[in-house]
C-alpha cells in the first residue's frame, strides 16, 4: 500500500492493542487510517461502511481475528455497494462485484483462516441469523501473517474457548466416521500409541485431547462460559443454518448436534 492512499482500519478484541500501533504509525506517516472498534453488534457494518465512503477509503484492512477480517470483508462490499453487505449472502440474487474495495488481512491469532478465505460470515442479531458472504471478489488481496503480533494477545483468544468448549464432545462424535485422521492425531499426542491398532489410537486420541485441555486451561463448558441452558435449541439451530457442516466425515442431524451441545454445557 503506497503512501497517499486510504484505509479504513478494522480490529477487534484481538488486535485492539496492535491496531493503535498500527494507526499512530501510519498517521505519522501521513496514511489516515480509521480505526473500528469491535461491538457487540458488528454483523452489520453500516456505519463503518459510511466511514470508509466518508474518508474516501479505497483499501480496508482487517486486524485481529476472524471476526475482525470477516467485518473488513463485508465493508468492503457495503462501502461500494447499494444496501447493506446482508443483502450479498451466499443465497442472494445480487452478489459483490468487482467495485469491492481490496481487503489486507492482518492475522492475530490462530482462528479460522479468514486471510486466505472468499468468506465473511456475519450474524444478524435482529433476526437470530447467521449467515457468509461467499464470494471469491472478497478474497484478501494480501495477508499478513506474523507469531510476533499473537504474543500479546489473551489466552482465552488464542486457544479459542468457543472451539474448545465442544471439542471433546465434536471430537468424539467425528471420530467415528474419520478413524484413520483420528489415529495419526492420537500418535501425535503420544506417540506411545504407535503401536496400536488404529481403532485404539483413534479412540484414545479424544483422551488425550481432553488431557491436552485440561494442560493449558481450557476445560470448559457452555455453562461455564454464562451460555444459558434454554438458549441451546437456538444454537442448535444455528449450526445447521450454513452449508459447510455438511463437509463433516459424519453429516451431524439435528439431533446430533443438540446431543453435542448438551454435553459441552456441563462438564465435570
Known sequence: MSAGHSAGLRC???????????SEGRRHRGCPFRRRDSESDRQQPYRRAQAARACGANVVVGLGGGSSMDSAKAIAVEATHKGTSWDYRWCSKTQ????????????????????????????????????AIYNSIIYPRAAIVDPELMLSVPEHIMH????????????????AHAV?????????????????SDEYAAKESCNELDRF???????LSLKGLDVPENELPALGKQCMVLPDYQ??????????????????????
Not at 485441555?213 to 476445560?219: A, E, F, P, T, V
Not at 439431533?255 to 462438564?267: F, P, Q
Open 12 to 22: 477487534d478484541g484481538a488486535g485492539r492493542r496492535q491496531g493503535q500501533d498500527v
Open 96 to 131: 459483490p462485484t468487482k467495485k469491492t474495495l481490496p481487503v489486507v488481512a492482518v492475522s492475530t491469532t490462530s482462528g479460522t483462516g479468514s486471510q486466505v478465505t472468499q468468506v465473511a460470515v456475519m450474524t444478524n442479531t435482529e433476526l437470530r441469523d447467521k449467515s
Open 160 to 175: 479459542g474457548e468457543s472451539l474448545a468448549v465442544t471439542y471433546p464432545s465434536f471430537t468424539r462424535y467425528t471420530c
Open 180 to 196: 484413520g485422521k483420528f489415529a495419526v492425531l492420537g500418535r501425535i499426542l503420544n506417540p506411545a500409541l504407535s503401536s496400536k
Open 213 to 219: 485441555l485440561h494442560k493449558i486451561g481450557m476445560w
Open 247 to 268: 463437509a463433516n466425515p459424519g453429516v451431524a442431524t439435528m439431533d446430533d448436534v443438540m446431543t453435542i451441545l448438551r454435553e459441552s454445557y456441563s462438564r465435570p
